[in-house]
């Protein structure tokens, strides 16, 4: 979704991602401020769901958009920044899991499922915390792919790009966590 500002002078200026991201490098922290507003709910919402645990998702958010900040530099524009700064969470991902695994401290909490998407209107409260217990459970990989595939609505292509996995490798991660996910679920 593009949006338009308004100039001083009237003239319209573009928004877009692209011209945000241009502007950011030119030093304009307002221009960043918005990247960031932009993308922080879809960004959390992805790490909520990889995790498990509100505190962490939200301090690897903050964690990703600094990233994003230090390297805007090495943004080639040759994806979106949305996909951009998703693998960057990605890695912060990985590398606080193998954290958290060198300490033993592997724990998964349940979200509230009240911060579904729309998409699970007319579920019980019971089936969505039976859905989110069923995805947070889901081996890493497939967890990624199914989330950021169904959720993020990135595309195959995008996903693998993030993944750093083929696009088939991808289709086949999807394939695989529905079929688990299916199986968790059934009665």
Known sequence: MEAAAVRM???AISTSDDALVAASRAGDHG?????YERHVGRLY??????????????GLVQDSFVKAWERLNQFG?????ATWLTSIAINEFRMARRA???RDLHRVDCPDPTALEARAAGCTREELMDLERA????????RMVLVLATLGDFRHGEIAEMMGISPGTCKAQLHRARKLLQRRLAP
């Not at 221009?31 to 990247?35: D, K, N, S, V």
């Not at 992805?46 to 939200?58: K, P, S, W």
């Not at 995805?135 to 497939?142: F, Q, W």
């Open 9 to 11: 002078d009237g003239a």
């Open 77 to 81: 524009g040759h994806s979106r920044f």
């Open 100 to 102: 958290r695994e060198r």
């Open 135 to 142: 995805i947070v459970g889901l081996p890493a990989r497939a």
């Open 45 to 58: 919402a992805f790490l909520l769901r990889m995790t498990g645990d509100r505190e962490l998702a939200g």
């Open 31 to 35: 221009a960043y401020r918005e990247l």
